[in-house]
Nanobody, 123 residues
Framework: VQLQASGGGLVQAGDSLRLSCAAS????????VGWFRQAPGKEREFVSA????????YYADSVKGRFTISRDDAKNTVYLQMTSLKPEDTAVYYC?????????????????WGQGTLVTVSS
């Protein structure tokens, strides 16, 4: 499966932004999809993930209550709705997908990655 993330941009603190992760492949609905982010000089960290059915979602504590992940398998797309953005949310955001794994937040368990989209939040 091939992934393409989009929707990043420059916003002010408190603003909202929606990221999209568009996928190719007819079996996309079988994949668990996650969002990760990497700020300059920092490790890539887990942000959120959604199960293949969409019935389960997971969030990092730092974004819980502000970000919402969802999927539309008819459009082969996963979304990350980000609200109440903070300067510390500034990073390149990547979407990733996998079929199997044991830990939602372990980036090493994701097999496919998009190219990333930059989110910059100014104070």
């Amino acid at each position: 499966v091939q992934l393409q993330a989009s929707g990043g941009g420059l916003v002010q603190a408190g603003d909202s932004l929606r990221l999209s992760c568009a996928a190719s492949g007819r079996t996309f609905s079988r994949y668990l999809v996650g969002w990760f982010r990497q700020a300059p000089g920092k490790e890539r960290e887990f942000v959120s993930a959604i199960s293949w059915s969409g019935g389960s979602t997971y969030y990092a504590d730092s974004v819980k209550g502000r970000f919402t992940i969802s999927r539309d398998d008819a459009k082969n797309t996963v979304y990350l709705q980000m609200t109440s953005l903070k300067p510390e949310d500034t990073a390149v955001y990547y979407c990733a997908a996998r079929l199997w794994g044991t830990s939602w937040g372990n980036r090493d368990e994701y097999d496919y990655w998009g190219q990333g989209t930059l989110v910059t939040v100014s104070s």
